[in-house]
């Protein structure tokens, strides 16, 4: 069975990140979840609703794969990505890899594959496969989802092939380290100042703080916004606490990034950010705790409330990407 040695899942929460982690380390480099996140710009945020959607989509990150460009570009990694829509290629660029001793990163959708419990489809996850034999394919994901687990390899290629939003084509990744990466620490500040930069003056009203303002809005009517609340407010709200689409797992991803980055920068502004994102993270809980209420009990009461927690939540991630803004090393 061709097996890449050596790879070790962490206790992880979010598919991306857990991956980068898996492929920066089997290069030598040994970061946190929250330093990926953070050198990888990851946080940001977005309301998405159009008539051909069953339900509004909040996410409360950079969209997928763009971390992984992020982060290669921050730290001078070598990012190679294979795309085909030819399924017998797209198997062969994974067994080059691994077949030349190094774990890829693909890019799915997660329904398809054996080990998800939660049967809903989604195109932009991503995982780290590290071998395979005649009947399943090995993989590392996240903690929620048992780490290193397998798949049949049926399962596998129509998780790569399905179409929709944000999936790819095929994708999968490699990085390769340069012999004179810079240390972490050095890049801490333009990673920073890129992300509140892009959140502070995003290009349309549905992203960073403007989006959040909007969807403290468009949250009010969510239950006559659905044809069945009690089934897509609670899922809308699972999805944000559980999987942290626009909920409180990036803030915590982000928060504890300011506070690994506090360990080399004494910094007025990083203690801020810090501050203001620990009680952002809380605040995301109370909202999705008040969505899944309102979708059980039918009480818009509960929708008014979270739609105020998010104006509020706006003010506080505006106010902490300002003072990041003037971050300095």
Known sequence: MPTVPGIAPRATQHCETSTLGVLLRHQGIDLSEPMIFGLGRGLSFIYWDSKNMGFPFLGGRVKPFELSRNLADTLGLELLVRETASPRKAWAHVVEGIGGGRPVGLQLDSYHLDYFTAKVHFGGHVVAMYGYDDRV?????????????????????????????????????????????????????????????????PPIANLGHRGIDKAGKAVRTWLRRSEDPGRDLPQAALLMEKAGTG???FRNLFRDFLAESGQFLDSGPLRTGHRLYAEAAGLWTEVAALIDRAGVGGDERHLLEAGDTLHHLARVEREAMEALSRLQS
């Open 247 to 249: 909920g409180a797992l």
């Open 137 to 201: 394919a090995h993989l590392v994901d996240t903690e929620q989802q048992g780490g290193a687990v397998t798949t049949g390899l049926g399962s596998l290629a129509a998780a790569r092939a399905a179409r929709g939003p944000m999936a790819a084509r095929h994708r999968s990744f490699t990085l390769t380290a340069a012999p004179d990466l810079p240390a972490p620490e050095q890049c801490i500040v333009p990673a920073v100042t890129a992300c509140a930069h892009a959140f502070l003056h």
